[in-house]
């Protein structure tokens, strides 16, 4: 089975741009979770999607967003990029049956550096 | 309110043993899980505990205590690729991970 890809690895981009990542879960995973992580502050929660509706919201400005389409890909958005909002992005999946605790597997990241 | 703590850091030396501690508090729980993070990777499973005790998994085991909001993660026979950040995250009442900072474990020959 396939695990987890994300696309852009690393991306470059410019304070004020916006940016879309990319990311396709585990086959027959419905959920996808979202999150930021930075040196010392570890997995920071964006949300979760779960069938096409977000589930769960971490503690993000609006400018972060999100969408999953109906084949279980993922998008992340973030709009007028800031200095602060350099760092790894994780994308991961879960099969999450409804009421039971599953692991969570997760892809690459995409690393982005916001000048 | 919810939070969850683990040291930033831990120095130990190939072959010998290592306890990463990892408490929490909550009022929903749904178990805890422990990753593995090498530098510049994806987190990747480790265990996952949900009644007390201990489970054990070849080098590695984890406990955990419900009533104390307490885990760690046991490593032992050290070697140096287990060099890595380690991460505690326990399951919220609405099934979202909570996770700690992680811990980043050095290994000396």
């Known amino acids: 089975k396939a695990g987890v890809t994300q696309t852009p690895r690393y991306l470059i981009k410019t304070r004020g741009q916006q940016v879309t990542l990319s990311c396709s879960p585990i086959?027959?995973?419905?959920?996808v979770s979202w999150y930021q992580q930075t040196p010392g502050q570890g997995l920071q929660f964006l949300f979760e999607?779960?069938?096409?509706?977000?589930?769960n919201k971490g503690n993000f400005p609006g400018r972060f967003s999100g969408r999953q389409f109906s084949n279980s890909r993922s998008e992340m958005n973030v709009s007028t990029l800031e200095l602060g909002d350099s760092a790894l992005y994780l994308c991961?999946?879960?099969?999450?049956?409804?009421?039971?605790?599953?692991?969570?597997?997760f892809g690459p990241g995409t690393r982005l550096t916001v000048t | 309110g919810q939070n969850i703590d683990q040291p930033t850091e831990m120095t130990a030396t190939e072959g010998a043993i290592v306890q990463i501690n990892c408490t929490y508090q909550?009022?929903?729980?749904?178990?805890l899980f422990w990753y593995q993070q090498h530098a510049g990777e994806a987190p990747t499973f480790l265990s996952y505990?949900?009644l007390d005790g201990l489970e054990e998994k070849g080098r590695f085991s984890s406990f955990l205590s419900r009533s104390k909001g307490y885990s760690y993660l046991l490593l032992k026979e050290l070697q140096m690729k287990d060099s890595a950040s380690y991460l505690c995250?326990?399951?919220?009442?609405?099934?979202?991970?909570?996770w700690g900072a992680g811990t980043k474990l050095i290994i000396k020959p």
């Open positions: 909550t009022s929903g729980f749904n178990g």
């Open positions: 999607y779960f069938s096409e509706t977000q589930r």
């Open positions: 991961a999946s879960s099969p999450d049956l409804q009421g039971v605790t599953y692991e969570q597997y």
């Open positions: 505990n949900v």
């Open positions: 995250a326990f399951s919220d009442s609405n099934y979202q991970l909570i």
């Open positions: 086959s027959g995973h419905r959920s």
